[in-house]
């Protein structure tokens, strides 16, 4: 039988639905008391504590039933950036979690939350910021990259160092940007969430388990086209190892949503003589939505 009474916030006829429904919950458990005696006044239910225990999500339950049944309707637009996580030094020594259960039916704030408290991996511990996304949650182009850099770790916003620049000009050439929504807006997210230490390469495992936060993310945006920026976004999304120069000029899909295969643009500051190359990827990415 499912046990779901670490869950406060369930009544008891939503515990046994769920329980009817073999239906895992994920909630931090509660820390072990430390005193034998309860405090002179306890709040009668406990409130989300402002800054979470190293172990705890930034919100919690992720997976309560009514969001898990709400309809995947997007939060206004632009998404703020997430809360801070706890500290590394407060989180070296702890075991890592799992990811939360349901995030294939969270809305926008219950993913940004399971996102926030994630300890999927061990880049939770050495991140500042976890990096959600930004941009219109409705916007017909989303773009995807691998991982938050130093300024975006800060920051908690996905490309806003040198590269984020590049990109927003890109943007800005086919008259779209961060800020904007509809056909001028973009939604902006990466394959990991969280920062490799020392802007390493992802790894397999990180990629895995950062992987479904993007396919809801995905599903709720709904793009008419994905444009993928780089190596590893390219190849977690069409899980190919094939190089980008190979799969570029082509329509893939990703979830069914057609996808454009283009050079990172951390690559090309490094590689100016290829910025031809990506502005022809723009331009199939918009004949492609034209074509949606
Ligand atoms: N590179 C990326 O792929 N994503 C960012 O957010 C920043 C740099």
Known sequence: MTDTSFVPQLDARQRAMLAEMGVRVWAPKPPPAV???????????????ATPPPSAPAAAPIAAPAASRAPATPAARPVPAPAAAPSAAATAAAPLGLRPVGID??????????????????????????????GDTQADWMVIGEAPGENEDLQGEPFVGA??????????????????????GAYIANV????????????????????????????????????????????????????????????????????????????????????GKAWADLCLAMETVAAE
């Not at 996102?115 to 511990?125: D, I, K, M, N, Y």
């Not at 943007?171 to 800020?179: H, I």
């Open 105 to 134: 039916t969270m809305d926008w704030p219950a993913l940004q939350a399971a996102v926030a408290g994630c300890e999927a991996c061990s880049l939770c511990r050495s991140r500042k910021n976890t990096v959600f996304g930004v």
């Open 192 to 275: 990991l969430k969280c920062r490799p230490p020392a802007n390493r390469n992802p790894q397999p495992q990180e990629v895995a388990q950062c992987e479904p936060y993007l396919a809801r993310q995905v599903a709720l945006v709904q793009p008419k086209v994905i444009i993928a920026m780089g190596r590893f976004a390219v190849q977690s999304l069409l899980q190919t190892s094939e190089p980008i120069g190979r799969l570029r000029g082509q329509v893939h899909r990703y979830q069914g949503v057609p996808v454009i295969v283009t050079y990172h643009p951390a690559y090309l500051l490094r590689t100016p003589g290829d910025k």
């Open 35 to 49: 005193t034998a005696e309860p405090p002179a006044v306890a709040p009668p239910v406990a409130a989300a504590p």
């Open 163 to 184: 590269a984020g620049q590049l990109l927003d000009n890109m943007l800005r050439a086919v008259g779209r940007s961060r800020s904007g929504s509809g056909e001028q």
